[in-house]
């Protein structure tokens, strides 16, 4: 008896002894996961990063600097920042860019509320054909459709008008808004509508009062995005703009040059037309994320 | 009483009449590239606009392939959108011939059209009319470091040939201490190494067409000069010759790391500059060098202003581009930006100038080649176009690219020369057959 208990006590032991270190193998393996992984989202952080902080790095340089051996030690100077503000008045430009950039935002969630609010809601058998044909525009480059829209503008007096670009950007943007604010929609209970309206709610009041308050992280995301395209489109900008509306973008190929060094000043004006939307980015950062993972869990 | 009421609404009435004057000035588009003549250009706004008060000048900067795409958009819609347009001698007797361009046979007789250099004239008349005036004009010229040369012994003779290039390009090729034997155009495009590379086919005794529009690229010629290019740049060229273009060698021969370097003549100022150039003390410059012909051996290029024929604001765009254009705009240049700072190229009047001799020992040699290169007969055999480095049809930006893109792997090694050449006459074959050139 006792030599049985001996035995199973050994055996128990035994079994303790080959429990403890693979525990610690397994801690270890997750603390070598957890920092690769973190190692791996520095390094695509860093790789992301890096064209950004090298433009900013290189319009603090002279231009014989910035296209000599690439250094991260140089004296830095503003003279290219001074250069480019005394060519172009910044300002212009960069109001030019908020105002349509903000304006299309707006344009476009209010053409899209509703229409991903019927297609959410109020399905038919055509609501996923229109949506993939939405999305479809998106597909066809956009210098095929340039002559004919520049024609269009040309008879309408549309052409270097701020109303022109912000026309242009809201289609441009639509179908994204449509389709994301279709997904966040797609994600609301039903139930919760459907007690508003029973409670005497009418569509109006539905939206206005339930969904968008329900949904506002998901369309807060979608003009963030809708903004940051706007901010950073250059295909119409440059060819439908040229003085009075010209945004920042407009602003930026002013610097390039096929005779002459420049990428200091190209450089420079670069980082001044980002560094709004960048700050504009880290503020709402918070909300961008919020919005984008909305409904991921459930 | 009536007097007292009456004063203050005379005194409205005349600051409204007077508001309404200062508002019916004309404002004129100008759309222009961001080059440093251009660059003074629109920095000497004031002056324009204290001669011309009724005129406002508005810009428009953009890089040079976006603003050759935005004009030909604009012009070939009549959009309407600019009213001054910086144009090359490739674009002006295209765009002339269409109707785009407003001829201007109707000039000012203190502008002095007789002052302007023959040849550039010629580059920008369609049909013997002027439809742009020449802002500035350019050739291409071979500069040296006269220290280098010095130190090996070698003397530059009045008229280097291509043989002599690759001589001392071998002798003078010192890696070690960074310095190439040649730098060269490498980077494809119609406007970067397809300019270098035809005035090397023309003067090798190749052209780009015969006369009946068939293409030569697999010809003797284009594989002789194709191939002595590809030698002469991999062996004695600085490392990533092939993404190297005229900015690029700028900056490499004013840092001293190029022995030689052939290219535009616009360079000269920029590298005798001490402030921009390490090298301004020991530049020396030859004429373009020749191998089978000096025919089409150096290019001509102006960067010209012209009127769009949809501008609605024609007269104000000639005041404009005559003031730009002018003798006095060339002093006014030379007396607020200092000499080798004026537009070169352009007027005879330049050249007799003595303050701008003073300042640019290169004038003669940018003169002389500009007189001597003729857009009408640049090759050893006739060909039907007008161009030296370019071919003037409205199909070769594209050609010109796509060759451009076949040589620059020939450079890095990717395909043979042969190969290349092959590729690019095929390719040319099926757009000229497109384009109805040829059946």
Redesign the interface.
Known sequence: MSTAKTKTLAATDGQASVAQPSRTTWLTSARTRRLGLTALGWTIACLIFFPIFWMVLTGFKTESAAIADPSLIFSPTLESYIAVQARADYFKFALNSVVVALGSTLAALALAIPSAYSMAFLPTRRTKGTLLWMLSTKMLPPVGVLVPIYLLFRDVGLLDTRTGLTIVYTLMNLPIVVWMLYTFFKDLPKDILEAGRMDGASTLQEVCFLLLPLTLPGIASTGLLSVILSWNEAFWSLNLTSSKAAPLTAYIASFSSPEGLFWAKLSAASTMAIAPILVFGWLTQKQMVRGLTFGAVK | MKLTRALPLATLAAAVAAACQAQAQTEI?V?T????DM?IM?SLTEEFETQHPDIEL???????N?LR??LT??VA??????DVMTIGTYEVPIWAERGWLTPLDDLPADYAVDDLLQSVRDGLSHGDTLHALPFYGESSMMYYRQDLFDEAGIEIPEQPSWEEVRDWAGQLHDPDNEVAGICLRGKPGW?ENMAFVSTLVNTFGGRWFDEAWNPELDSPAWQETIGFYVELLGNYGPPGASSNG???N??LF??GNCAMWVD?T?AAG?LYDPD?SDVADRLGFAPAPVAETPKGSHWLWSWALAIPASSEKQEAAETFITWATSREYVELVGETEGWTSVPPGTRESTYANENYQQAAPFADFVLEAIRDADPTDSTLEPNPYVGVQFVGIPEFQSIGTQVGQTIASALTGDVSVEQALQTAQRATERTMQRAGYLD
């Open positions: 588009t759309a590239v961001n080059n440093n660059v629109q508005d810009w428009v900067v953009l890089e040079e976006v795409q935005r958009t604009d819609t009549g959009g309407g959108q600019f406007g005229f900015n690029e700028l900056a004013s840092r535009a616009s920029k921009e």
